[in-house]
């Protein structure tokens, strides 16, 4: 199975300052069909899971341009240009590459 | 608007069975496969199976092959998890998700609590 490990698994961010989650896996993630299936996932307190970013770095519908994704093999970035008070939650990365499909552990974004 | 509604989740007991439902609207579900991914409390996602459009493909995490099943009727909108043999490592929010980009939409969850 691929091992996704996120670092930070907490991060105190002030509000209008940048964050960045970071995410590797223990394989390469780059399909045979030549994509990368790397999502990038925001669960706020009492909601379900919401997809931000997919393939790496598309955005996804109704996802604002202050998240941003990238990276490519087995290391990935979320980044948030500016942390709004929405942002709090926790974020996952997710592979969608290979059998098992496996999430990271989750980063708990909150702000100091 | 895309909608998934899960329902079905309940309180069982140890080696009991449980089967979940997932209704969906607001897209063609013969089009998209979806999946299950669960959520025990205070605790991060786990992918635990997937079926394709029109059902033909099934895949299931080890941790609950050969006790799950998935399945989905599209003249109903509807989406299914058969739970079998049940224990407390399965008690967990549940939920069904779009899948197309990646897990593109996701439901409220249903809780299913395993315990004597």
């Known amino acids: 199975d691929i091992v996704m490990t996120q670092t930070p698994l907490s991060s105190p961010v002030t509000l209008g300052q940048p964050a960045s989650i970071s995410c590797r896996s223990s394989?390469?993630?780059?399909?045979?069909?030549?994509?990368?299936?790397l999502s990038w996932l925001q669960q706020r307190p009492g909601q379900p899971p919401r997809l931000l970013i997919y393939?790496?770095?598309n955005r996804f519908s109704g996802v604002p341009d202050r998240f941003s994704g990238s990276g490519a093999g087995t290391d990935f970035t979320l980044k948030i240009s500016r942390v709004e008070a929405e942002d709090v939650g926790v974020y996952y990365c997710?592979?969608?590459?290979?059998?098992?499909?496996?999430f990271g552990q989750g980063t708990k974004l909150e702000i100091k | 608007e895309v909608q998934l509604l899960e329902a079905g989740g309940n309180l069982v007991q140890p080696g009991g069975s449980l089967r979940l439902s997932c209704a969906a609207s607001?897209?063609?579900?013969?089009?998209?496969?979806m999946t299950w991914v669960r959520q025990a409390p205070g605790k991060g996602l786990e992918w635990i199976s997937v079926?394709?459009?029109?059902?033909?493909?099934?895949y299931y995490a080890d941790s609950v092959k050969g006790r799950f099943t998935i399945s989905r009727d599209n003249s109903k909108n509807m989406l299914y998890l058969q739970m079998n043999s049940l224990s407390a490592e399965d008690t967990a929010v549940y939920y069904c998700?779009?899948?197309?980009?990646?897990?593109?939409?996701w439901g409220q969850g249903t809780l299913v609590t395993v315990s004597s």
């Open positions: 998700t779009q899948r197309l980009m990646s897990f593109d939409y």
């Open positions: 607001g897209f063609t579900f013969s089009s998209y496969a």
């Open positions: 079926i394709s459009d029109i059902g033909g493909g099934t």
């Open positions: 394989q390469s993630l780059v399909h045979s069909d030549g994509n990368t299936y």
């Open positions: 393939k790496i770095s």
């Open positions: 997710l592979q969608t590459t290979q059998f098992p499909y496996t």
